[in-house]
């Protein structure tokens, strides 16, 4: 069975609104878009953030949302080393009982496939016969950083296990980024690769048979990664052989998305059908086709 996990910070969303319209209801179009869909989660996690014990109530409401079939639980922690931070904190906090498989994601991504749960199994599954792994939407290596992940993380029990027989999740990232003083988001993404990495998880993709659509905020504007059937074995490669490859086949920037084009998984909630339902039109055409 799989847990879905949303790391969430509900404090600084007004200022994203120059970059994308109605930004205050992201988790609420995450969520949305979970509604009607043919699923078998155990639960979904939220793990809310909060500044000195605080976070804005109105981010999580959910109303005008059948929550019938979602088994939403929250999960409250401190605002500290971003979504990292987060998905560490709520991992140590699991003992015993544990699901299968993890997926940890932030509430910018959310799901629109049926049996999305099913199809993230099957493809751990296959691309992990020993149970024992990180999968991703994209895995880049940079020139002089560890390999990273870009989208949703995927784990299974035996990988968590494994991280945390060398102590808690969040101690192991601390421990490197206290030492280091400021780190930008960047950094601790890196970091928590870094301990993926010590801990002897392999990386793969799921690049091997889906598109991903990667939400370029700052830039306001889509980055397209196509499926790529080579793309696992240049994993293997690099790792093995330890040698820079270019692992990620991308067009330049695609601004315009065409759900029946390509055949993603995850997706920005910015190209989710009930966004696109409530958003300017503006907004809408100048990034759907």
Known sequence: MVTLVFASYSMNRQRKDEYYPMSRKTLYYAIKALENLKHTLTKIVIVRAMDNGVFDKEYYDFSGINLEHLPIEFFDVENKHISCGQWARYLDSINENYDDYYVLLEDDYTYETDNFDLLIKNEYQRLFPDNIGLLTDVAIKRQVQPLHWTGTIVLSEDSIKQIKQQGSFFTQLNNIIVPRGFCSGGDIQLIISEIFSRNGLAYRSFQDNYDFFFWFTDK??????????????????????????????????????????????????????????????????????
């Open 220 to 289: 306001k504007t889509v980055l397209y990664f196509k499926k790529d059937k080579n793309v696992n074995e240049m994993l293997k490669t690099f790792q093995s052989n330890q040698t820079f490859k270019k692992l990620v086949n991308h067009d330049n920037h695609i601004v315009k998305y065409n759900k029946t084009k390509y055949n993603v998984l995850n997706i920005p909630i910015q190209l989710t059908t009930e966004y696109l339902k409530d958003c300017p039109a503006s907004f809408k055409n100048n990034y759907i086709n």
